[in-house]
């Protein structure tokens, strides 16, 4: 269980009084030190005063000094020092002269030779007692030191720390009971506040945010007032939208699951009859490649998709998890595509034997009519054009099976992929191309994939083909290679006769012509612009067109970079 936090009030009252305490320390050392100097300095002043008259009431002979210093020393009750220029001890009120040590480094000594008066206070090493020293210059380099002890003085100084000592502790104790009081009195609408505004978390209809009268806290109140019906407002659009949304996704024949962590947050009706009705977590999704799908593993992939078999008669489905941006959750669809395989499994093999079996006539057809061309006497010029028109035929009949079987190709062989220059291949396709009946401008810039380098050149290959093959002679082509949103964009634009937009949908449909006419006349088999589509969506791209009839149309191949 998380520990509980102090509450606002107790942390106010407890920073109040830590402030408080603190600068009553603070107010408390200082007043100390400044009653110490005070009386430090009072003793000092009193010491000089006395020192000078000691000045005046010693006698010029040396030999009198002695009793002179202990006379005057039990006169004035104080030490009584004559010290001489060198630092020898010529008279001492309180110890034999003869006895003392040189007093010439002595801090006050060293002023009062100086010329100066000298004050220190240190412990006598004679008579073991601290003293506050003043010595004064008297004549000839002679020094008079006067001392007393510092024991009154740290008395007074003593019973002046208690008296203060007693007023900081009742000014502390007014000041916590203040602070006390303050923290109540400031606190109590807060938690008013708080009240309100817990009893809104909780759902509580209508709560009523209290006045205090306190402008900040009145502003507050109305805001979370706002918001409260704001809230409430923003609720019910959920939960309508919910309900709109649940509508939707039953209706839909794809199942739709929204994963958030280990846990099936949603299934609508179509992917519960493919999951089942009690699965909850991820744990008892079934089969095991949607459990690989959607783990930690994948979601470096950002999308992942597998199909699988269930039920039986068996049905082939279709799962994609896509891996929603930073919300931590993971949209996986699955989708029945039983009827669809089978649709494509007929198409693939009816393409894949239609090439077959069309490819054998149709070099007969052609060997046949390069014969006649060379063989026939009689009526030459007609046999040479019937010969023509079989030769031109056969080499359309062969085209037409060469991109069946391009295509065959390309929906059963695995591709092999390796990084490659997609600039390079467009501008090696254009320079192949060899057009002179329209021009050609070529833009390009760095763009590496990876992908099948055959199939890719035959997709431009045949992008190139359909832009000449529909612009008019003298006509132009822009060419593009260019990065957008990490892929790689090859665009090719003309200015040629355009498509009607009621065709434009179904341009890239296989065997689909919208100049059934024109397509012939150009050689065109209906199948380029489909195995355009079919090579970028093996490359986990796309296609994509824009045409103005009469103005122009645009192509674009668009594939994931290199990662």
């Known amino acids: 269980m998380p520990r509980r936090s102090p509450s606002f009030r107790r942390r106010l009252v407890t920073w109040y009084a830590l402030t408080l305490l603190v600068v009553l320390a603070g107010l408390g050392l200082a007043l100390d030190q400044t009653l110490r100097s005070f009386l430090l300095d009072q003793l000092t002043d009193s010491l000089t005063a006395q020192g000078r008259a000691v000045q005046q009431a010693l006698p010029a002979e040396e030999a009198d000094l002695q009793a002179a210093a202990e006379a005057l020393g039990d006169d004035l009750g104080m030490r009584i020092t004559v010290i001489a220029p060198d630092g020898s001890v010529l008279a001492d009120s309180a110890s034999d002269p003869t006895t003392m040590e040189n007093h010439s480094t002595r801090p006050e000594v060293v002023d009062a030779l100086g010329g100066r008066v000298g004050v220190a206070s240190r412990t006598s090493a004679t008579v073991g007692i601290a003293f506050r020293y003043v010595a004064l210059p008297v004549r000839d380099g002679v020094v008079v030191r006067v001392a007393l002890p510092e024991t009154e003085t740290q008395q007074r100084l003593a019973s002046l720390r208690v008296i203060l000592l007693v007023w900081g502790l009742i000014a502390a104790a007014v000041g916590l009971i203040g602070v006390w009081l303050i923290g109540r009195h400031s606190m109590r609408p807060l938690e008013d506040l708080a009240r309100s505004v817990a009893d809104i978390s909780q759902g509580v209809a209508e709560t009523e945010i209290p006045r205090s009268g306190i402008a900040e806290l009145d502003h507050l109140g109305e805001a979370v007032a706002q918001m409260a019906t704001e809230i409430d407002a923003r609720i019910s659009d959920i939960q309508r939208e919910q309900k709109v949304r649940d509508l939707v996704l039953s209706a839909l024949d794809i199942g739709v699951v929204l994963i958030d962590g280990d846990d099936i947050a949603y299934a609508n009706p179509p992917a519960r009859t493919l999951i089942g009705n009690e699965a909850a977590r991820v744990q008892e999704l079934h ?158 810039e760095p763009a590496i994939v990876c992908g099948e380098r055959a199939d890719l050149t035959l997709a431009v290959r045949n992008l190139l083909a359909n832009a000449v093959r ?94």
């Open 287 to 444: 089969p095991a490649v949607l459990r690989e799908m959607i783990s930690p593993a994948g979601a470096d992939e950002e999308r992942a998709a597998a199909d699988y078999e269930a039920g039986y008669p068996a049905r082939s489905i279709a799962a994609a998890a896509v891996w929603l941006e930073r919300s931590g959750l993971v949209l996986l669809t699955l989708t029945d595509v039983t009827e669809a395989r089978r649709v494509e499994a007929l198409r693939r093999d009816f393409v894949s034997a239609a090439s077959h079996e069309l490819k054998t006539p149709a070099t007969a057809i052609q060997a046949g009519a390069e014969t006649i061309l060379t063989a026939l006497d009689d009526d030459p010029e007609a046999a040479r054009l019937f010969a023509q028109r079989v030769c031109d035929d056969a080499f359309r009949l062969s085209r037409i099976v060469g991109d069946l079987l391009d295509l065959s190709r390309l929906e059963m062989q695995e591709p092999v992929r390796v990084p490659l220059s997609l600039s390079e291949l467009v501008q090696d396709e254009v320079a192949r191309l060899g057009v002179v009946s329209v021009n050609i401008s070529v833009q390009t």
């Open 470 to 563: 529909y612009t008019p002679e003298g006509g132009h082509i822009w060419v593009k290679v260019y990065t957008d949103d990490r892929a790689a964009v090859v665009e090719v634009a003309d200015d040629g006769v355009g498509i009607p937009s009621a065709d434009l949908p179904r341009v890239f449909e296989r065997f689909y012509r919208v100049d059934e006419g024109r397509s012939r006349r150009t050689g065109g088999t209906g199948l380029g612009l489909a195995i355009v589509k079919h090579v970028a969506e093996e490359h986990g791209g796309r296609v994509q067109a824009e045409s103005i009839l009469a103005e122009g149309s645009v192509f674009q191949i668009v594939i994931p970079l290199e990662s």
